[in-house]
């Protein structure tokens, strides 16, 4: 019987980019947003990781950390919401500077 890898482990999130190819530095961004806001679906690193790079790769880093935070803040707002500390425009503020310091 196979073992369960423990979710935000080490050994989970290489197993959850095992086929992603977005940049390291996206992949770190993810990691980090999945930790702070529990997010633990077994694709959320690598569609978070793949939207920084696909968004950056279409419109240029101006536009990216806003387009992917607004996304992110959609797509899991019901994480966001019940693990953030502070306000929502807090929360939304520490998302913006996690994705920008991908570039």
Known sequence: MKEEIK?????WFKECFKDCDATQKAKKASVILCKKYNING???PAYIANCICFNKELNGEDSTSQQVTN????CYETNINKYRIGTIKEAEQFIYNTIKGCF
């Open 42 to 44: 077994i694709c959320d």
């Open 7 to 11: 979710v935000h482990s080490e050994e």
């Open 71 to 74: 996304k992110i803040l959609r």
